[in-house]
């Protein structure tokens, strides 16, 4: 006969020989829901072992998380958690945010009992990733799950932050279930919060996800679970509001054998809210009874937190029968379990009754709830800010929790314009500098042009003069001067013939002179018929004219020095140019700005290739490091680049003023 057990283990065989051909054959939900739960374990160890050989694909890792979430459905979150990090470990290897968000959820998940904190980081490292993948549903489901980390840990206006940023994003969502437990735990959260009228208004809004649900066709049992917690919700509500007739009606319409039976845990909590309104109200009949049934379930299912809450409303129900022993002993058996599995508020509300009922320890017990409510107050203050740390440690890297509201948007939107307002005005500032710098420009080779137009004018006129001058000149000494000469050398030789050794040296020596005067003639009348612009000693007439004028404007005595050996047809026109004007520059700004009594300009050829000019005054000066360079300055400082020049300059106030340029040019061919 073949044993349960015997299938078990020949199907675990089975499977290990044949995934090789179908590895998401090995795990069968149906099969593994039918295990206890050590064989489950054991199969799930099985499937762990041998997905440790596969390839990191996108099935093995969805493999991972099925074995995690099982793991977690036995209550085993030590392997819960170790299979979800390792699975996290993949999914960041492949990059594969799906699963990276879901693995971080696992491991929030796992764990959740145990460090609460660590859950809370994990969630919001899961929300994040959610969120950049626009998985807004499962974004809500982070945000309540952060909610009910912070509900247990008695930090209530943090997690109505959070639950409220979780309906925010399932506002067109269809996971009627997950808004029916956001809408349930904001109205539990608003519960402690004092806050009865709005936490109603949230039940409500969970009971018409319910609604919702029975039109999908959801599972009756779950939904009829739901409805029944969620009334027990509004009744306690209704309690704590004094509407206890409202409350009492409500919950006799849920008591049934039907409840009783599927969900015994349910039933004892009906019954024994059921039993608080009536006692509340004033209607003490089997009430009693009530209690005392209502606990014998929920201590033989083993719920501690449930035992808890019957026995403390035990206790106030035997203070109002004035049975004082029962209730000491029912509430002092409540503060030792509360204290047992740490449950603060319970804690507190045992203390608080007992300092009532026991009058002999009243002062004992008031001030041990003093303590407590100490204690519990810088826990809560602790745990604030441990949540809060988390929250801005997290943000350091991506701050998506914030939501937006119209004025940031706003704010957002006149900072955006204010800033393209301020590059337009760069953006012109720097066209206008560039158009102003293009216009001087083009103003200054205009000018340079008119220059040397007008210096071309001149020396037309000049060389015109000078043309008619010379040539009339050469033709006179040609054509009278050297006729003449020739003929009295020719007719000297002549004579050269008659006898006398005297007579003959001294003609020879006239002769010889003659021909010197003729070569020289010829020379003149050469030179006279040469003819360039700016070239042998014009340009130094023209610098000398320039420097000459400023007798009659200026105060200021100005002496021009140049070399005697400097031939300026071996300069090139354009650099000519350029002297000139920075000389006609310089005097200007003496004239304006300088006062000075003397002024030296100075021209010297060093080598075949340099050009230096030098102008120095014994003026008032000024500082060059704070004054600002004017147009003249600055045009002279163009003019020497334009060259590839060198422009210095040297001034102390009171010690005069020293300019020198240096050319570099080579020599016109």
């Known amino acids: 006969m073949i044993t349960p057990t015997k299938i078990v283990g020949f199907f675990l065989l089975f499977f290990l020989f044949s995934c090789k051909k179908n590895v998401t054959v090995l795990f069968d939900k149906s099969h593994i ?114 909610a009910y980390v912070l509900f247990y840990e008695g930090n209530y206006i943090e997690c109505e932050v959070e639950v409220s940023k ?67 919700n509004i009744c306690n509500l209704y309690d704590l509001k004094g509407e206890f007739s409202k409350s009492i009606k409500d919950l006799r319409g849920l008591l049934s054998e039907d409840l009783k039976k599927k969900w015994p845990r349910l039933y004892a909590n009906v019954l024994s809210n059921l039993a608080y309104s009536k006692m509340k109200n004033g209607d003490y009949k089997n009430v009693q009874s009530m209690f005392f049934e209502s606990l014998k379930i929920v201590d033989s299912i083993g719920i501690e937190t449930d035992i808890l809450y019957k026995k403390i409303h035990i206790g106030e129900y035997f203070l109002t029968q004035k049975d004082t022993i029962k209730s000491i002993q029912s509430l002092k058996q409540a503060n030792q379990l509360a204290i047992k599995i740490k449950n603060g508020n319970e804690i507190l509300t045992s203390l608080k009754l007992l300092s009532k009922v026991d009058k002999k320890n009243k002062f004992f017990y008031a001030n041990e709830y003093i303590k407590v409510s100490d204690s519990t107050n810088k826990v809560q203050k602790n ?89 009339k000149i050469a033709k006179e000494l040609h054509d009278g001067v050297m006729n003449k000469i020739y003929g009295v050398r020719m007719n000297l030789g002549f004579f050269n013939s008659k006898i006398g050794a005297k007579i003959i040296e001294k003609r020879k020596e006239y002769i010889f002179e003659l021909q010197n005067i003729e070569n020289e003639i010829r020379t003149i009348s050469h030179d006279l018929n040469r003819s360039s612009f700016f070239d042998g000693n014009d340009f130094n007439v023209l610098l000398s004219s320039l420097i000459e004028n400023q007798k009659d404007i200026s105060s200021t005595q100005f002496t021009y020095l140049n070399d005697e050996m400097f031939e300026w047809a071996t300069i090139q026109n354009i650099y000519k140019i350029n002297v000139y004007r920075i000389i006609q520059e310089a005097i200007l700004n003496i004239n304006k700005y300088s006062n000075a009594k003397n002024c030296e300009i100075r021209i010297q050829k060093k080598n075949d290739n340099l050009l230096k000019l030098s102008i120095s005054d014994n003026g008032e000066g000024f500082d060059i490091k704070n004054k600002k360079r004017g ?19 040297e001034s102390k106030i009171g010690e005069g003023t020293k300019i020198e340029v240096i050319f570099y040019f080579q020599t016109p061919t």
């Open 33 to 146: 829901n039918d295990l206890s739960v050590n064989k489950k374990e054991k199969y799930l160890d099985s499937i762990v072992n041998l997905l440790k050989s596969k390839e990191n694909d996108s099935i093995i890792r969805d493999l991972y998380l099925k074995v995690a979430s099982e793991y977690y459905y036995i209550n085993n979150s030590k392997k819960s958690l170790n299979i979800s990090l390792q699975s996290l470990q993949l999914s960041k290897q492949s990059n594969d945010s799906i699963r990276m968000a879901k693995s971080l959820y696992y491991v929030g998940d796992s764990y959740e009992n145990s460090k609460k904190d660590s859950a809370y980081f994990y969630y919001l490292q899961a929300q994040k990733v959610y969120a950049k993948i626009h998985d807004y549903d499962n974004v809500g489901r982070m945000l309540f799950n952060k």
């Open 166 to 232: 979780a309906l925010q994003y399932l506002k067109k969502s269809k996971n009627y279930y997950l808004i029916y437990t956001c809408n349930n735990l904001m109205g539990i959260c608003l519960e402690k919060l004092a806050n009865y009228d709005e936490a109603l208004l949230y039940h409500k809004l969970a009971l018409s996800e319910i609604e919702k649900m029975k039109i999908n066709d959801n599972d009756k049992d779950e939904i009829n679970n739901y409805n029944v917690t969620s009334i027990i």
């Open 383 to 471: 745990t604030h800010n441990k949540y809060a740390r988390i929250e801005y440690e997290t943000s350091k890297i991506e701050d998506e929790n914030k939501v937006l509201t119209n004025n940031n948007f706003y704010i957002l939107i006149i900072s955006f314009g204010l800033i393209l307002l301020l590059v337009l005005i760069i953006v012109l500032r720097y066209l206008k500098y560039k158009n102003k710098e293009l216009q001087f420009l083009q103003q200054q080779q205009k000018a340079n042009e008119e220059i040397y137009q007008l210096l071309t004018e001149q020396h037309k006129k000049i060389d015109i003069a000078k043309e008619s001058e010379k040539t």
């Open 631 to 649: 147009i003249g300055l600055n045009n002279m400082k163009e003019r020497a680049n334009s060259l590839k020049g060198q422009l210095n300059i």
